[in-house]
């Protein structure tokens, strides 16, 4: 994959506090930890779980033909940095104009069902500190997505899981690998 999209990720996002990103206090499911752009490289795809401040689908947009790139997040605050880093930016990049960002509990979303997240082919899902009924929620709506392809998670969607595992999400997903990433709190 070609890095010609890294450097206007970190023009895109230098702006960005870390306390706009930091966890809130007795908030676990709230984390923001992103994903370095290096990392995100080797699990590139075009939906977005958990999409933080939007630096992943920047990153897709920029450095790939993808023609659309979604992001659910739950948290309003990190919708909004993301908003304000893209409004300063799409003039530059033009390519920005494919990112759609949600601002919504992924549990609500019904993204097996609605358009544009149904004909996702392939998911990223930043789930490492989402509550276990939210995971649970992905798994079920991953199996009822008929195009979807590849499937790139920060954790387990069954606790547990096992090389021999009969739950209904490790019947339609196999684990292909495993890659460890760097995250940045900043």
């Known amino acids: 994959m070609s ?26 499911h709230g984390n923001a930890g ?10 590139i795809d075009a939906f977005d779980v958990g999409a933080g401040i939007v630096n992943v689908l920047a990153q897709v947009a920029l450095t790939t033909h993808a023609r659309a790139c979604i992001g659910v997040e739950i948290r309003e605050d990190l919708c909004g940095v993301g908003d304000r880093c893209f409004q300063c930016h799409t003039s530059q990049y033009p390519q920005l104009v ?32 989402f509550e276990e009924s939210a995971k649970l929620v992905i798994a079920r709506e991953l199996r009822a997505m008929a195009k979807a ?31 460890m990433v760097s995250c940045n709190w900043k």
């Open 149 to 179: 392809r590849a499937v790139a998670s920060t954790s387990s969607f069954i606790p547990r899981h096992h090389a021999s595992c009969s739950q209904p999400f490790c019947q339609t997903w196999k684990l292909k690998r495993y890659v």
């Open 34 to 43: 992103e994903i370095l752009p290096l990392c995100v490289a080797a699990v």
């Open 3 to 28: 890095l010609k999209g890294l450097n206007p990720i970190a023009s895109l996002f230098i702006s960005v506090r870390a306390s706009e990103v930091r966890q809130q206090a007795g908030r676990t």
């Open 98 to 129: 494919n990112v759609n960002l949600r601002c919504m509990d992924i549990r609500d979303a019904a993204m097996s069902s609605q358009l544009p997240t149904r004909d996702a082919t392939a998911i990223f899902a930043n789930t490492f500190l």
